[in-house]
T-cell receptor, first 111, second 116 residues
Framework: TQLLEQSPQFLSIQEGENLTVYCNSS?????LQWYRQEPGEGPVLLVT?????EVKKLKRLTFQFGDARKDSSLHITAAQPGDTGLYLC???????????FGAGTILRVKS | EAGVTQFPSHSVIEKGQTVTLRCDPI?????LYWYRRVMGKEIKFLLH????????ESGMPNNRFLAERTGGTYSTLKVQPAELEDSGVYFC??????????????FGSGTQLSVL
């Protein structure tokens, strides 16, 4: 049983559309991290959310941590082809960066 | 500044053979982690070093896996003997140590291991 359920698994959209990726769990996390991974590379940290209800923005990307710290979402506004990649959420259950990863969302933005 | 480097980038071995993966963390990073993604599943934690000490090795699958970090610099992960189910991508990551909060985690590009 996967601890962190990420959805959707795959998303193919047109340039300019909006999208949301979800990460859900029945467990509480001390923090939730979002990564982006390119082919042949390792995950690169986009943002860390720590406080329940926290919202962080990174240009066209908006990240939210659920009030109960069990879920998170990533919203991209006006997606661009450069946003194409694998997006991963990862929850930290205890201090020390021992992360639990979601399975990932493959995003493809067509021009 | 160099990032986390892993060697080799790809390794193809036969079942029963031994393979050693190497990770060089970012200079000055006391924390070093090994993660792996097998068979298209999610990335999973293997273990965590703080300098040369194993802080947490709860994710190591079995005693065929041995990780070392002599001198607290680079780390090696040896698989002996390798089995088919060990195939996957092995990631190394590092971060600076901060007692009060977690510092940003930097990942290497990974080693793609194929056991035939």
């Amino acid at each position: 049983t996967q601890l962190l359920e990420q959805s959707p698994q795959f998303l193919s959209i047109q340039e300019g559309e909006n999208l949301t990726v979800y990460c859900n769990s029945s467990s509480v996390f001390s923090s939730l991290q979002w990564y982006r991974q390119e082919p042949g590379e390792g995950p690169v940290l986009l943002v860390t959310v720590v406080t329940g209800g926290e919202v962080k923005k990174l240009k066209r990307l908006t990240f939210q941590f659920g009030d109960a710290r069990k879920d998170s979402s990533l919203h991209i506004t006006a997606a661009q082809p450069g946003d194409t990649g694998l997006y991963l959420c990862a929850g930290e259950r205890e201090y020390g960066n021992k992360l639990v990863f979601g399975a990932g969302t493959i995003l493809r933005v067509k021009s | 500044e160099a990032g986390v480097t892993q060697f080799p980038s790809h390794s193809v071995i036969e079942k029963g053979q031994t393979v050693t993966l190497r990770c060089d963390p970012i200079s000055g990073h006391d924390n070093l982690y090994w993660y792996r993604r097998v068979m298209g599943k999610e990335i999973k934690f293997l273990l965590h070093f703080v300098k040369e000490s194993k802080q947490d090795e709860s994710g190591m699958p079995n005693n065929r896996f041995l990780a070392e970090r002599t001198g607290g610099t680079y780390s090696t992960l040896k698989v002996q003997p390798a089995e088919l189910e060990d195939s996957g991508v092995y990631f190394c990551a590092s971060s600076q140590f901060n007692f009060y909060r977690n510092e940003k985690l930097f990942f290497g590009s990974g080693t793609q291991l194929s056991v035939l």
